[in-house]
């Protein structure tokens, strides 16, 4: 998979792009997955997540909804499992807590 930086691909400096593979190819395709809006991509319906929802929910539920949330939106990635899930409601960020083949990982998302 490229590796993007605020949406776009990084140059390798030589011409070519970035690759990502193993577990930093897993939390790219992750954090991709969630920053996407659910239903933005009309061929994709289903691609994506709703934690653009989270702003609609009262505080003390936003940690867990957030997990619910990344649990959809990676349901469809192998050997990728939502473990939990941090609100820092200062910051309004949402950290996703991550499992990929044994190794733990975690995805922050500003909302």
């Known amino acids: 998979?490229?590796?993007?930086?605020?949406?776009?691909?990084?140059?390798?400096?030589?011409?070519?792009?970035?690759?990502?593979?193993?577990?930093?190819?897993?939390?790219?395709?992750?954090?991709?997955?969630?920053?996407?809006?659910?239903?933005?991509f009309a061929l994709l319906p289903e691609l994506?997540?709703?934690l653009d929802r989270l702003a609609q929910e009262r505080s003390s539920a936003r940690e867990a909804m957030g997990a619910s949330y990344a649990a959809?939106?990676?349901?469809?990635?192998?050997?990728?499992?939502?473990?939990g899930a941090a609100w820092e409601e200062s910051s309004r960020q949402l950290t996703?807590?991550?499992?990929?083949?044994?190794e733990h990982l975690?995805?922050?998302v500003t909302l």
């Open 106 to 108: 975690s995805a922050a």
């Open 72 to 83: 959809e939106a990676l349901a469809g990635e192998e050997d990728l499992e939502v473990t």
């Open 1 to 40: 998979m490229n590796q993007l930086r605020d949406g776009d691909y990084r140059p390798d400096g030589a011409g070519d792009f970035l690759q990502s593979t193993g577990a930093q190819e897993a939390l790219d395709r992750a954090l991709f997955l969630l920053t996407v809006r659910r239903g933005s």
């Open 48 to 50: 994506g997540s709703r």
């Open 96 to 102: 996703v807590f991550l499992n990929w083949k044994g």
